[in-house]
């Protein structure tokens, strides 16, 4: 290998990711047309590793490949020329990109994010389309991480751009009245996605880990690029505060620890100042979003176990709040558990959401895990067992498992 | 861009209104047409005849087969259309919110194939 080669490729896999994103927002703003960016970025890749070991990475490697894609764009349009509407289009193209200077190319990634989250967009593609297209993550990696087969995801993805250009979905921050709903659609989605990395929390799956590296960049990069906006700091400091314990969420076996046992040591602290920093800006203003709550919520767990202080009346306070905002059963769930701790198992199973109500509770495997833990405690084993058998069913992950099983036989052994 | 508005309903809907309220929604529907042509949005707009005033032609082999009805037996008919101009699909979805049809049926927003 030269000797350049090694650096040219660093620096071009560091410009993909800080700067991916902004170039096919810009070069997509006025057509909508983001494959069309997209294929015009790669090449600019391509030439970047062939041309940069030899010449050296240029001093704003950004412009070098912002002028070498709107280039390889407008060649892109005019082989294209006998589409119908190629004449506007490759005046738009021009008119763009003759109007900007490449080395101060404006951000346009949270437009781009707000067309990927329009509601016109299938809910369950938003997440893998803004990855795609903020990040320029593959279609392989994406389906990997969302369970679904390569060629359906490749497919969904290139459905889903075409609806943006033929469409007609804006590259624009939504007017004020409609900016919370839209904006929620675009945290949403994030979130969606750095869960997925969570089901993965061992960190296995390499494919998975790295999606919650992408989505914590992406929730810091929404919460730079709206600093004013309480919910969007909110969704950043939530994922850092769920970020910084992945160390201690496994022991040494390989096992799943639950927080009250978590060795705080292992904690990531910068992360948790981080989060912190962000909940405090965020609370500088009035109103409580549902990612500000359940940042706060993560804030107060560490809190107690950093310091010892009981402080269960706050964090039972916290989920009555998140309740009002997001009638969900995972919130109805997570505040039952809380109450537990402050009231005992008997009042939690009382505030525990109804399996026979809600039919999605039957197959939803926290319900389970959640009433068989509550059972134990209140010592009906039997019931108990029953749960523990459906939350071990349901369990995607070997390690949450084996937690479960050793619950059970504890339970089991229990004297009456 | 070019936007078709289409107003889906149940039939029979409209005729069993009480007259004060078939008033009212004419009213709703004027004004709105009126806004649309006053923001220079407008470029076409029908109310459609009901259902068993259509008919259903295809050609195969040759042959012209002409039946009575609908293309779809479903209990929501396109009952009319708008076509507009907007620059873009919030723009479109916004004065598709704006239709009465959308509250008494369903505006389905269609972008018009540019030529």
């Given amino acids: 290998m030269p000797a350049g080669e090694g650096d040219a490729q660093r620096t071009a896999e560091a410009v993909a990711r800080r700067s991916y994103g902004k170039l096919v927002a810009f070069l997509a703003a006025r057509t909508r047309d983001v494959a069309a960016a997209e294929d015009a970025l790669a090449e600019a890749f391509a030439s970047a590793l062939a041309d940069w070991p030899r010449t050296g990475a240029p001093d704003n490697p950004e412009a070098w490949l912002m002028t070498v894609a709107r280039r390889k764009l407008i060649d892109a349009s005019r082989r294209r020329k006998t589409s119908a509407n190629f004449e506007p289009q490759l005046q738009l193209i021009a008119e763009e990109l003759g109007a900007s200077d490449a080395m101060d190319i404006p951000d346009q990634r949270l437009a781009l994010m707000f067309a990927c989250a329009h509601p016109a967009i299938e809910e369950s593609l938003r997440a893998p389309l803004i990855l795609q297209v903020v990040l320029g993550l593959n279609a392989e990696t994406i389906a990997s991480s969302f369970l679904a087969s390569p060629s359906a995801m490749s497919k969904r993805l290139v459905r889903a751009k075409d609806k943006i250009r033929q469409a007609g979905i804006p590259f624009e921050i939504p007017v004020r009245e409609d900016l919370p709903a839209r904006l929620s659609a675009v945290l949403d989605a994030i979130y969606a996605a750095f869960t997925e990395g969570w089901t993965d929390p061992a960190g296995t799956d390499a494919a998975r880990r790295d999606l919650t590296g992408e989505t914590l960049f992406l929730a810091n990069l929404t919460a730079e690029l709206m600093p004013d906006e309480p919910e969007a700091l909110g969704l950043a400091a939530l994922m850092f505060h769920a970020e910084a314990r992945r160390p201690a969420r496994r022991n040494a076996a390989g096992d799943f620890v639950p927080l009250a046992e978590q060795d705080i040591d292992l904690w990531n602290t910068r992360q948790i100042d981080q989060a912190n920093a962000l909940i405090r800006r965020a609370g500088a203003r009035e109103s409580l979003g549902r990612y500000e709550l359940e940042a706060a919520l993560q804030s107060a767990h560490a809190h107690r176990r950093l310091t010892g202080r009981d402080n269960w009346l706050e964090i039972v306070a916290l989920y009555d709040a998140l309740q009002m905002i997001v009638a969900s059963p995972v919130v109805a769930i997570n505040r039952a558990l809380a109450i537990a701790e402050l009231e005992g198992p008997g009042g939690a199973l009382d505030a525990m959401p109804d399996a026979e109500a809600d039919p999605r509770l039957s197959g939803y495997q926290p319900y389970w895990a959640a009433r068989a833990d509550l059972l134990a405690r209140w010592g009906a084993k039997r019931e108990a067992a029953q749960a523990y058998d459906m939350a071990i069913g349901l369990e995607r992950d070997p390690a949450v498992r084996r937690f479960l099983q050793k619950r059970k036989s504890i339970t089991a052994s229990d004297k009456p | ?115």
């Fill in chain 2, 1 to 115: 861009m070019q936007y078709l508005l289409m107003i889906y309903g149940e039939e029979g809907g409209w005729n069993a209104l009480p007259e004060a309220a078939q008033k009212e929604g004419l009213a709703a529907y004027t004004a709105y047409g009126e806004a649309l042509r006053k923001a220079g949005k407008l470029i076409n707009a029908n109310r459609l005849r009901d259902t068993p005033d259509a008919t259903r032609v295809t050609v195969a082999n040759g042959k012209t087969k002409v039946q009575d009805g609908p293309y779809a037996d479903t209990k929501e008919q396109l009952g009319g259309y708008y076509l507009i101009e907007a620059k873009d699909l919030d723009e479109a979805i916004s004065w598709a919110a704006r239709c009465p049809g959308a509250s008494h049926g369903i505006v389905e927003v269609r972008p018009v194939w540019e030529m």
